[in-house]
């Protein structure tokens, strides 16, 4: 009888459940079942990452540290949530985090989004065989065609059921690189192809290049739908995280040094080079307590940083974040995600770049501009700094408190079939803002103009 029961207890608790998840009236979202030669494009363990034929990339030091934990990288505190994340990651974090997400469908009918699971950005860049960069030899996307393929097929499957196809309009994928590099022709196909897609990255198309030239001389059209998203940090929440001293927290670190610079002079922007040297010349001549000069470091290899590192930052009031080949850079996050204020010399860039996650309102609340003529002015770097009253430092630092959790991609435990963090995250910001999406053009048929791309350039706007 008590088995009985205890039966009929659990049958209970799963139509509960299955009701509760039907009435919720979230959308949902279908994940493509392609293969894994789709879903997988990263180097198997056995094959070395060694640099490319353009002198930089991947570090053999590192090896595969930056696959574990699903792409979030090697755990250096789980209870101060520090991960070795690689910032061309962004693809293998959130599949694992989408796979597991309560708004998630089996049901193709049923869903409102569809993802496609093929990491087509660093497909153009590394290739899954050899390790390597892409060279003159190996022309990068070599998923490209079968993934076009899988993809056709599922717009056929989805004209049979669907009363209204969109053509694309809900459907989104995830492009690790910014403004769209490393790419050539298989991968502009498959761009083209599904170019009504939602495509996330870690920069927007904020000025032309090799993807929207492409577009607009072949198809008279470019993909409005590029969305920057953020970097993957180094920051994630994760069930065991000490709940009461959160990174971003303000007290959370002993602010030692006043600000701190981790990175060189070593860009192909000629004006991030002028920044960032001065940058570097400001700190030389500071004390150590006030700038904390990590110019050509030791421990960080290209794209990664290590735990260490990270620490310089939380240890730091301000971090001077300049533009580098782009107008952001993944240390925005890791700076944000341990409490530390960025520098920055691009007015509005977080918030143009970024517009999903972060207000223009909120980018200056959090952040520090300064005139990106530094080095023609006689003011110095670190006297500007320090002339800022300690109130607006609080305020600021209360800001970042606020906002850091939307801006990080919180770890789901490996045992969980179904899970979500306690707060809003990054993927959750971009879920919502995506349905939002398909349902205005749903409706109007229309794409918004803030759905389409600045391609004038920061750069030449400014300098």
């Known amino acids: ?10 049958m209970l608790t799963v139509l509960i459940l299955i009701s509760l998840k039907k009435c919720d009236g979230l959308p949902t979202f279908y994940i493509y079942e392609w293969p894994d030669n789709i879903t997988d494009v990263y180097p198997d363990e056995n094959i070395t990452l060694s640099n490319g034929p353009r002198g930089h990339g991947f570090n053999s030091i590192y090896k595969h540290n ?36 309560p708004q998630r469908t089996f049901n193709k009918e049923e869903a409102s989004a569809f993802f496609v699971p093929y990491d087509v950005g660093f497909n153009g860049m590394i290739c899954k065989e050899t390790g390597r960069e892409t060279s003159r030899v190996w022309l990068g996307c070599d998923k490209s065609p079968y993934a076009l393929s899988l993809l056709k097929k599922e717009f056929e499957i989805q004209q049979s059921f669907s009363r209204e196809f969109l053509w694309g309009n809900d459907h989104f994928l995830i492009f690790d690189l910014s403004n769209a590099h490393y790419l050539n022709e298989q991968c502009f196909n498959f761009l ?36 920057g998203i953020p970097f993957p940090g180094n920051i994630h929440w994760n069930e065991r995280i000490d709940k009461n001293k959160l990174p971003w927290t303000v007290g959370r670190w002993n602010k030692s040094t006043l600000s701190c610079f981790i990175g060189s002079s070593a860009v192909y922007n000629k004006r991030s080079v002028k920044i960032r040297k ?27 940083l290590t735990g260490d590192s990270l620490l310089v930052y939380a240890n730091s009031t301000f971090c001077f974040q300049p533009p ?11 700076a944000l995600l341990v409490g530390c204020i960025p520098v920055v010399f691009t007015p509005d860039a977080f918030s143009r ?3 999903w996650h972060v207000t223009p309102e909120e980018g200056r609340n959090i952040s520090v501009y300064i005139p990106f003529d530094i080095w023609t002015r006689r003011d110095n770097i670190i006297d500007i700094l320090k002339a800022i009253p300690k ?73």
């Not at 570097?280 to 290899?301: K, M, T, W």
């Not at 800001?399 to 490996?414: G, M, T, V």
Request: aromatic fraction near 16%.
């Open 278 to 304: 001065e940058i570097l010349r400001h700190c030389s001549l500071a004390g150590p307590e006030d700038c904390r000069p990590n110019g050509e470091i030791v421990d960080r290899i290209k794209f990664f």
């Open 353 to 355: 770049v970024y517009g």
């Open 324 to 334: 580098g080949d782009a107008e952001t850079r993944k240390g925005f996050f890791d």
């Open 391 to 463: 109130e607006e430092v609080l305020a600021k630092q209360r800001a970042i408190e606020q906002i850091a959790p939307r801006l990080q991609y919180s770890y789901p435990p490996e045992s969980a079939k179904v899970w979500t963090p306690p707060f809003k995250d990054a993927l959750q910001v971009l879920l919502d803002k995506l349905f939002d999406r398909i349902d205005n053009f749903k409706r109007t048929k229309i794409v918004p103009l803030e759905d389409r791309p600045n391609v004038r350039s920061f750069f030449d706007a400014i300098y």
């Open 1 to 10: 009888m008590a088995s009985k029961i205890s039966c009929f207890a659990n």
């Open 192 to 227: 083209s192809y599904c170019g009504n897609c939602s495509v996330f990255g870690i920069e927007s198309l904020l000025y032309p290049t090799p993807y929207y030239n492409y577009m607009n001389e072949t198809n008279n059209k470019i993909s409005w739908r590029w969305q």
């Open 66 to 101: 930056f696959k574990w934990n699903h792409g979030f990288g090697e755990l250096f505190s789980s209870e101060i949530g520090i991960f070795n994340s690689f910032q061309f990651a962004l693809f293998k974090q959130i599949y694992y985090i989408l796979q597991k997400h």
